[in-house]
């Protein structure tokens, strides 16, 4: 009864800006920590950024200073604002989050179906 919908990926130009978005919905109470991972061709699944309920963030080195993690409470939407791309960020990003459905279930890394991201000239 929980969804997490990633949206915003698709193709962009090294150098170039990206904003996805997270959008979780249906039976939630409350959200903890919402992230962000990615997985590239060949690689493991890797983390890229979080933002906690209190709004702290925590982002990987591969991504410092390029990345901007967000949410919007009230929508219960996070969001990852990609600047200065480069082809190494080319992977599917997805997100996930640690909730409270109203049914007082705690879900903990409650994952997203994922948003292709491609960095190509």
Not at 6 to 15: A, I
Not at 80 to 105: F, G, H
């Amino acid at each position: 009864q929980v969804q997490l919908v990633e949206s915003g990926g698709g193709l962009v130009q090294p150098g170039g800006s990206l904003r996805l978005s997270c959008a979780a919905s249906g039976s939630i109470f409350t959200i903890d920590a919402m992230r962000w991972y990615r997985q590239a061709p060949g690689k493991e699944r890797e983390f890229v950024a979080t933002v906690t309920s209190g709004g702290n963030t925590n982002y990987a080195d591969a991504v410092k200073g390029r990345f901007t993690i967000s949410r919007d409470s009230a929508k219960n939407t996070v969001y990852l604002q990609m600047n200065s791309v480069k082809p190494e960020d080319t992977a599917v990003y997805y997100c996930n989050a640690d909730l409270w459905s109203r049914e007082m279930i705690y879900y903990t890394h409650y994952w997203g179906q994922g948003t292709q991201v491609t960095v190509s000239s």
